[in-house]
């Protein structure tokens, strides 16, 4: 039976309005706004006006107080959801699904939280892991009452089935992760504007994308954004645009790339997502500087650059340092600074040949050659590629190895058509392959929205 307080509580939640209750799901699920508020609602009131004027101090008195009991409500099922989790981590992992059938006391709508919350926490380093806990919030949300007004259960199912649909992603298994979004479809009926609509178009589009279904992708993702944006999630939203402007940089397209970029640029909160807000200044640096036409735009990417340099210094890379040295290094060149660009682009080249990644190793390798004959310095080309050709004998992408000594050869008429058919064919040899590691597919990584 719910306190007097809760009732209260929850009576003043069904009075909200829509726009009420989307800002405070808002401040509820945002740390630094959960704190402001209840650091505004503890505040002392002012005396009343004097005159007779109409105070609003009571009613406002009244919402402080139903707030700060929802906030107290809500920590506390945030702490039963954890003891919950505790428990059902003792049971063996082969038996937790007949624990949530058989035992009421899992059937809550705060443990399918804590087991979303974890299972997203996981993504990055256990998939496996991930896919399983997702899998447990299913079984717990399949005891949660259908009708329930706040849609707990659907808004569980959803989540669950988007991140198992992400965990076989990251697992290299595309058609497992569709099967897993298809599976979850027809709880959106009726949610066509609704957040768990946008949440599962950005999980498909990730898949379509790994498809190299890019149209599909790029729709998938303009829809996810266009109902953040409705909705009010600026985070969410940007987040979206980010993806979308990786996607058409893979496709060596920064023209297109721009414009999502920049809005995800100004979206991004890098207090949340310091790691995307870094990678995304950094590829609208690039883009600013392969677009631009004039010193205004030169300038703006220098200091998107130094923006992208000091958000990424607080940011563990996992690995990805060689993929940020390689962006910088084309960002230095669209600037001007070749001396630069030439030692940063060397230094990628190396790692990438010695740790054995043939098509970046060979797409660096390309971008070095460009670089190079744009200097006048265009002998030494085939060296380039007799290191590709030595470090991976073996390995289909580098038929292409013999190019370099071509390019060589080429007259500076003909110079750009034979580098363009070069990249072209060794960048459909890399979006073919699995299992690469890179600026943009770290990227699809970092950008997950969030689960619970």
Known sequence: MLSLEHQASHEWLRELSAEGRQALL?????????????????????????????SYDLPFARQQRNLLRLLDLVTAEERRGRELLEELILVPGGERRKAIRRQPEFWRPELARELLRKAEAELLSDPDESEELAALATAVAARLPAADPLGQAQAARVLAGCLAG???RR??????????YEEIASQLDGALDHDLRATWCA????????ERRDDEAAA????????YAANGQTHAEGLCRALTGFLCLELCDPTAAFVPLDSAHRLLEPAVAPALAARTALALAYCHA???????????AAALLAEARQLGSAVTMNGERTGWKWWEARVAARLGDRDRALAKLETVRQCLLARGSVREAALATLDLAVLRASCGRREGLAELGHDLYHAFPESAPLRHAGSFAVLERLSLDDFPAGV????????????????RRDLITHVRDLAVLPAA
């Open 26 to 54: 808002h401040i509820l699920g945002c740390p630094e706004c959960r704190q402001a508020a209840e650091e505004s609602l503890l505040r002392p009131h002012l005396p009343p006006p004097p005159g007779g004027e109409q």
């Open 166 to 168: 992400e965990a076989r």
């Open 171 to 180: 697992r290299g298994d595309p058609g497992a992760a569709l099967a897993a």
């Open 203 to 210: 999980g498909l589009a990730k898949v379509r994308w790994e």
């Open 220 to 227: 998938l993702l303009g829809r996810a954004a266009n109902i």
């Open 290 to 300: 392969a677009t631009g036409c004039d010193e205004s735009w030169r300038n703006q």
């Open 420 to 435: 363009e058919m070069l990249r072209r064919d060794l960048l459909g040899s890399r979006r073919a392959g699995r299992g």
